[in-house]
């Protein structure tokens, strides 16, 4: 109770182990579904005054095209506005986003009063700026954009008022941020270690949570899905790494990878083809 102050239904997830069992931005393709969620998130937030939002893709593909009936049904259920990621579930987050399909949900809901954020290609303050212009859409919603770069919003919100964009940041300032990352989750009682080393992918960084949990990327616990390839960058660094942070873990200690099951150090140690070559 009072933990939210905003339910958004995010239906624009374009993975296909996501899509091909109808859910994320397929969701929208089923139309009785779809409406019968909008529907019943928004009755059981009414009594708390909790404002409720969709989030949706143009659709499944050229030949499945949902975003005007969806967008329409959602306004017509009270949602407070709809966000539309102008690209396709099929397109991923290749290509170009399509900002006219924003532009025509704009004028599409209207009649209904519901205002129509803007999704995709939103990398700086003047891209936000341009959308707005171009589609005519109320505001925009940032998502790979602001990964790692939590200092946009302060150059979109100096765009959006008329101000001189600020600088970006300097390294010195970069690593303020994240050392306040780290006491804001201290703060949450969650001892977080990164597990890492320089030039290797984002995707092999693991993190060691209260020393009971490892959680990992698709890379390096490669014997719990199944894959072998080693993570680009320094694997001098990488091999280092390994070997003084991850082999003297606890046999228990339990294993999230990016994929596939929960594992234990004992399993990888057993079963990762790159582990136990390290240990010869």
């Excluded at 606890?250 to 929960?262: A, K, N, Q, W, Y």
Aim: aromatic share 6%; with cysteine; glycine share 10%.
């Amino acid at each position: 109770e009072n933990l939210a102050d905003h339910i958004d239904l995010n239906f624009g997830c374009p993975v296909p182990k996501v899509t091909r069992k109808g859910g994320g931005a397929a969701l929208p393709f089923k139309r009785k579904l779809f409406s019968a969620i909008v529907e019943s998130v928004v009755k059981s937030a009414k009594p708390f005054g909790i404002p409720v939002t969709v989030k949706m893709r143009i659709g499944i593909d050229s030949d499945h095209i949902t975003y005007l009936e969806a967008g329409e049904s959602a306004a017509k259920l009270g949602v407070s506005w709809v966000a539309l990621h102008a690209r396709t579930a099929a397109q991923m987050y290749s290509g170009k986003a399509q900002w006219d399909a924003i532009g025509r949900l704009v004028e599409h809901l209207a009649p209904y009063g519901t205002p129509v954020l803007g999704n995709g290609d939103i990398w700086s303050g003047a891209d936000a700026l341009n959308m707005v212009e171009q589609s005519g859409c109320h505001g925009v919603v940032v998502g790979r954009g602001c990964l790692g770069r939590p200092w946009l919003f302060a150059e979109l919100v100096a765009a959006f008022e008329g101000r001189e964009i600020p600088q970006q940041p300097t390294l010195r300032e970069v690593a303020q941020i994240m050392v306040r990352h780290g006491e804001l989750l201290e703060i949450l009682d969650m001892k977080i270690t990164a597990i890492h080393s320089p030039g290797h992918t984002k995707g092999s960084t693991m993190f060691s949570i209260n020393d009971e949990l490892l959680v990992s990327g698709d890379v390096l616990f490669a014997g719990s899905i199944g894959r072998t390839d080693l993570p680009s960058g320094s694997a001098e660094a990488m091999v280092k790494t390994l070997k003084t942070r991850v082999l003297p873990l606890s046999d228990d200690l339990r294993v999230l990878p990016g994929h596939g099951p929960e594992t234990t150090i004992k399993f990888e140690r057993k079963n990762n083809p790159y582990l136990k070559e390290l240990r010869t």
